[in-house]
């Protein structure tokens, strides 16, 4: 089953945004990471769906909107997607973009996208086996702060 995540749901989401964090090889830092959902959560500056098996949760995905003059629209950002290790492998990566991708299209956005690391295959894959394409016209640039 997958849900809309509401700030009753903290503490569920906590355990996934580590992993989530863990994977990209950053330092657990638990009172930013929760102070960071939360605030999210409370202020509605995110959609954050989760994914949960016999009342646990095995998985989310966080969206944040943002515009686009060149679609002359809204588009969301696909931030965050992550499925617990032991959850993998039974399609809720899958059913997390499904879900994210109906949201977008009924919140009358004009596009989402999403970035992931290059050596990533794994999640490639899963990205490209549901439709989603590989930028092909734009190149990426990171400021240092």
């Given amino acids: 089953m997958i849900r809309l995540a509401a700030p009753s749901d903290l503490e569920s989401l906590l355990p996934l945004v580590r992993g989530y964090r ?6 657990h830092d638990a009172p ?3 102070e960071f959902m939360e605030r999210h959560l409370r202020e509605g500056t995110s959609t954050v769906f989760i994914a949960w098996s016999d009342e646990r949760a ?3 995905v966080q969206l944040f909107r943002t515009w686009s003059t060149v ?3 809204p588009v969301y950002v696909l931030e965050d997607l992550f499925v617990k290790p032991d959850a993998r492998g039974a399609g809720v990566a899958t059913a997390l973009l499904e879900r994210a ?3 977008a299209r009924e919140s009358s956005a004009t596009g989402m996208f999403l970035e992931t690391a290059a050596d990533n295959e794994r999640a ?3 990205y490209e086996r549901n439709g989603w394409t590989r930028e092909g016209r734009f190149i990426k640039y990171n400021a240092r702060l």
């Avoid at 863990?22 to 330092?27: A, G, I, K, Q, T």
Wanted: charged content about 40%; proline content about 0%; overall charge neutral.
């Fill in 124 to 126: 490639r894959l899963v």
């Fill in 58 to 60: 095995i998985g989310f």
């Fill in 32 to 34: 930013r990471e929760r």
């Fill in 101 to 103: 991708a109906t949201f």
């Fill in 22 to 27: 863990e994977f990209y090889e950053r330092e």
């Fill in 71 to 73: 679609h002359l629209g």
